[in-house]
């Protein structure tokens, strides 16, 4: 087992929680923690996972959502640029972003399915794809859509519901 120098670890026997000072060539670990300085083997040291990162409440919450973003010259396009999509999460995290374009995506393949539209577009942009490949994966897997398309050299999905 390895541990990083200043990673979090809880030494098993003792029941303290610690940092790692010192990994030692006898495979033994220096940990700091309250009460000084303990030489532990390595088998007695489990690493503490940090969770760092929280996600936002509305990422978990299942309300409907209208879509916003719809152009009313043409409602049945949907642009997923953060930009268009909602400005104020410009310097949010990646996952949030992603997270955040997801939900309207369904929110707006539901409607146009309730509307009964048959051909959408969705304007994801070039980037590396993943934006691309989670719409295509929701279409496919929960709207059972008939076909999907590249349009504009990649940069948005013709998809037929």
Not at 50 to 55: L, M, Q, R, Y
Not at 70 to 81: G, K, V
Not at 90 to 110: D, N, T, V, W
Not at 121 to 137: D, F, M, P, Q, R
């Amino acid at each position: 087992m390895s541990f990083w120098i200043g990673e979090k670890v809880f030494l098993l026997k003792s029941q303290r929680k610690g940092t790692v000072l010192e990994v030692l060539k006898d495979g033994k670990v220096k940990v700091k923690t309250d009460e000084g300085v303990i030489i532990s083997s390595a088998g007695n040291i489990k690493v503490i996972e940090e969770n760092t990162f929280e996600f936002p409440d509305w990422v978990f919450e299942k309300k409907e959502t209208k879509t916003v973003p719809m152009d009313i010259a043409h409602p049945n396009t949907i642009d997923l640029h953060i930009e268009k999509l909602e400005p104020s999460m410009i310097h949010s995290g990646a996952i949030i972003i992603l997270q955040y374009q997801l939900r309207m995506c369904r929110a707006f393949f539901k409607e146009n399915y309730q509307r009964k539209r048959s051909i959408v577009y969705v304007i994801c942009g070039k980037g590396e794809g993943v934006l691309k490949s989670e719409v295509t994966a929701i279409a496919k897997n929960e709207f059972s859509v008939r076909f999907i398309s590249e349009k504009n050299d990649g940069g948005m999905l013709e998809i037929w519901l």
